[in-house]
């Protein structure tokens, strides 16, 4: 096995495995263990100057990104064929993803910058919060990259490929590495980057994402039915 061989089968057939192991059990042996640091450490008080404009431009903009890859590339082909074509569907996603990425991006420079660049910000950051946001900053970069190669296979074979091989990572199947031989370096990077993400996830300030699903369960939950003690011996 060459060299190049053997770093996409640990790459791309291994390393989603260690990084979706390490994601799910870190983050809940630091829920179980350590719910004190489980906060997203606003810096809001210290300045909020940039922080409302760059943060919602970023969350609008991954949570829609994140959304849109998860049912992107997890939805097989014969689930959608009847109602729009690989390439129609490749259109969409590079139109909406592109404004929504470079919203995102935009977002995450304001609040790198100012993470960064301002003094009193600065030395309240931990290294975690420096590099999950330069971590993210670059994933966007290399998410933006990949449209100008996606728009030479507006055919869709390219997406098909991608979705197929996370298909086959998330259902155990065979073959999951052979689906990226034909991929760019670039596609490459960004979806390295992307389980690296997953993989430092527990250990940064990321974790406070539970709990914002965990808001909406509870907004979503039943209404309780309370009863007074006179009408419950009655």
Same mark, same amino acid.
């Not at 799910?24 to 179980?32: E, M, T």
């Not at 998860?70 to 097989?76: A, D, R």
């Not at 790198?112 to 420096?130: K, M």
């Not at 974790?207 to 699903?213: C, D, E, R």
């Given at each position: ?16 495995? !260690? ?6 059990? +870190? ?18 008080? =210290?300045?909020? +100057? ?31 064929? *009847? ?5 129609? /569907? ?10 929504? &990425?470079?919203?995102?991006? !935009? +977002? ?21 919060? @420096? ?5 993210? *900053?670059?994933?966007?970069? =290399? ?20 979705? &197929? *091989? ?10 999951? !590495? ?15 980057? +992307?389980?690296? @993400?997953? =993989? ?9 994402? *539970? ?21 419950? /011996?009655?």
């Amino acid at each position: 096995m060459e060299a190049s061989q053997a770093f996409d089968f640990f790459a791309f057939g291994l390393y989603p495995y !260690v990084a979706a192991a390490v994601f799910f059990i +870190g983050s809940l042996v630091r829920f179980d263990r350590e719910q004190y640091t489980w906060k997203s450490d606003s810096s809001q008080l =210290l300045r909020h +100057g940039q922080l409302r404009l760059g943060s919602n431009l970023f969350h609008v903009g991954v949570l829609f990104l994140f959304f849109g890859h998860l049912v992107g590339m997890l939805t097989p082909h014969w689930a959608y064929e *009847w109602l729009i074509t690989a390439g129609s /569907k490749q259109m969409l996603a590079m139109v909406s993803g592109g404004i929504a &990425g470079i919203a995102a991006f !935009v +977002g995450i420079t304001l609040l790198l910058h100012r993470r960064l660049f301002d003094e009193r910000i600065r030395s309240t950051s931990r290294p975690a919060d @420096i590099l999950i946001l330069m971590l993210l *900053w670059l994933q966007l970069v =290399l998410g933006l990259a990949t449209i100008p190669l996606s728009a030479q296979h507006l055919d869709g074979s390219m997406m098909l490929r991608l979705a &197929g *091989w996370a298909q086959r990572i998330v259902t155990f199947q065979p073959g999951a !590495v052979e689906m990226l031989a034909e991929a760019s370096w670039v596609f490459k990077a960004h979806m390295l980057l +992307g389980l690296t @993400i997953f =993989l430092v996830f527990p250990f940064t300030r990321l974790v406070h994402i *539970w709990s914002g699903f965990a808001a909406l369960t509870y907004a979503l939950r039943p209404y309780q039915v309370v009863r007074t003690r006179h009408s419950a /011996k009655g």
